[in-house]
């Protein structure tokens, strides 16, 4: 099932969200593998080698999931000799490599990651996350929207290849409007909507405890109950931003039907994440891949490039 992106056609809309089966050489390498996938992202990396949180940092039931890893990764330059070393597998099955890059350095520190990779042809595109929730005591650039200018301001000056930005999920028009206007001045390639809903809290009533260890029990929510804000900040982004710039759609899928309803609502491609914990990423995307084949077929679509978004259509 094609679909085009960022000008190429690509096997299928799926990609792995970021921090999900991507933080060692080994799990990438399983990914690349995956029939199916069309992209790789990264885990999100910093100048440093991160241990992350202390565990327990997961956890999920059957409606979603909460994570507080503390971005725990190799350092970014561990994510250059990966994207080189699973090249010409990558390029065998059409895929290609993405890195998530952190905001936790600052933007010199991203500045210094971003000139590495674009020294990197391999990396086909850099994702740059100013939505991590997890950093105790640390903002989101993204919720502030003097920061978030300042940051692209900054990050895009030279930046060639194509970049996009993971986005948290936002709740009011007036930071939807403030966001898009900041978007239109710095063009992405892509956005990706939506990170975990921060700092939500789980507690097992049973033990008396929290569900996991870092910050009072506090981490960011995916999964299946995220998908009506995730919808909903794709098809506000898709309005705001005209058809110019691509969406990435995250957060809820679990069937073919979940990620036909992205498309539905704006988005271009799509990122997995909890599901591919929950069910493992090989046999996520090809259960969800024939939901969305057999959806598309009783829907009369031989193509996902003839999917118009419900708010671009006539009433
Ligand atoms: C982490 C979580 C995120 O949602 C994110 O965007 C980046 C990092 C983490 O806890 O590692």
Same mark, same amino acid.
């Given at each position: ?5 960022i ?8 990609? =792995?969200?970021a ?19 069309s ?6 990396c910093?100048?440093?080698k ?9 956890? #999920? ?27 010409? /597998? ?5 895929? /290609? ?15 210094q990651?971003?000139?590495?990779f674009?020294g990197?042809d391999e ?5 740059? =996350?100013?939505?991590?929730p ?5 903002s ?23 970049w ?10 007036c930071?939807f409007?403030?966001?898009?206007s900041?978007?239109? /001045? ?7 909507c939506? =990170? ?5 809290? #789980?507690i097992?009533?049973d ?7 870092? =910050? ?16 909903a ?12 710039i691509?969406?990435i ?6 069937r ?9 609502a ?8 909890t ?16 939901e969305?084949?057999? #959806?598309?077929? /009783? ?10 978004p419900?708010?671009?259509r006539?009433?």
């Amino acid at each position: 099932m094609e679909k085009s992106f960022i000008n190429h056609l690509f096997k299928s809309p799926i990609m =792995n969200a970021a921090g999900v089966y991507d933080t060692t050489y080994e799990e990438l390498d399983l990914l690349a593998g995956v029939e199916g996938l069309s992209l790789i992202v990264s885990k999100s990396c910093t100048l440093e080698k991160r241990d992350g949180n202390p565990e327990p940092r997961y956890y #999920h039931d059957r409606i979603c999931s909460v994570n507080s890893t503390g971005l725990a990764n190799k350092g970014y330059k561990y994510y250059g000799e990966v994207a080189k070393r699973l090249n010409s /597998k990558l390029e065998l099955s059409g895929k /290609k490599f993405i890195v998530s890059i952190a905001s936790l350095d600052g933007i010199t520190g991203m500045k210094q990651m971003i000139t590495y990779f674009s020294g990197i042809d391999e990396v086909f595109a850099l994702e740059l =996350n100013l939505s991590c929730p997890n950093i105790v005591g640390k903002s989101q650039p993204a919720y502030d929207f003097e920061q978030l200018n300042l940051y692209l301001g900054i990050l895009t000056e030279d930046l060639e290849k194509p970049w996009g930005i993971k986005l948290p999920p936002y709740f009011d028009n007036c930071h939807f409007q403030k966001v898009a206007s900041i978007l239109s /001045k710095y063009k992405p390639s892509f956005i990706t909507c939506v =990170n975990s809903i921060p700092l939500t809290l #789980h507690i097992d009533p049973d033990e008396e405890k929290y569900q996991i260890a870092p =910050n009072w029990g506090r981490g960011g929510l995916g999964g299946a109950c995220i998908k009506s804000i995730a919808l909903a900040n794709v098809q506000t982004f898709r309005q705001l931003l005209g058809g110019d710039i691509p969406i990435i759609g995250c957060g809820g899928i679990t069937r073919g039907k979940d990620l036909f309803e992205h498309i539905l609502a704006g988005a271009s491609m799509v990122q997995i994440g909890t599901q591919f914990y929950k069910e493992g990423p090989r046999k996520a995307v090809s259960r969800i891949m024939k939901e969305l084949e057999d #959806h598309l077929e /009783k829907r009369g679509y031989s193509t996902l490039d003839e999917i118009i978004p419900l708010c671009c259509r006539e009433i």
